[in-house]
């Protein structure tokens, strides 16, 4: 069993930049793939990346390729995304997702979800 809690949205201009974080339980963190999605009102909820377990390796949605970094660092159970030349078509709630296996880009791939912080950018 793996919790997760998101961190680090708000609310920012276009072109600005936020950080967020997602801390994750137990003492498996390395094992998991670690995924980042988003969901905007009235739309499904979308992959914008991933990294893997030990070779870190990406997957980024292509309309985020370029200004968002995934990153990880085991020793403190946390995944990061850094978003960067924020658009207004960023806003949503951002989700954390782990599951365990090869990055994914589908979220019924992922068996564990965090509660979503928002992110609003203002035009």
């Known amino acids: 069993q793996v919790q997760l809690v998101e961190s680090g949205g708000g609310l920012v201009q276009a072109g600005g930049s936020l950080s967020l974080s997602c801390v994750a339980s137990?003492?498996?963190?390395?094992?998991?793939?670690m995924g980042w999605f988003r969901q905007a009102p009235g739309k499904e909820r979308e992959f914008v990346a991933t990294?893997?377990?030990?070779?870190?390796?990406?997957d980024y949605a292509d309309s985020v390729k370029g200004r968002f970094t995934i990153s990880r660092d085991n020793a403190k159970n946390t995944v990061f995304l850094q978003m960067n030349s924020l658009k207004p078509e960023d806003t949503a709630v951002y989700y954390c997702?782990?599951?365990?296996?090869?990055?994914?880009?589908?979220?019924?791939?992922?068996?564990?979800w965090g509660q979503g912080t928002q992110v609003t950018v203002s035009s």
């Open positions: 137990g003492r498996t963190f390395s094992t998991y793939t």
């Open positions: 997702a782990a599951r365990a296996g090869r990055t994914s880009r589908y979220r019924d791939d992922y068996a564990y």
């Open positions: 990294i893997s377990t030990f070779k870190w390796v990406t």
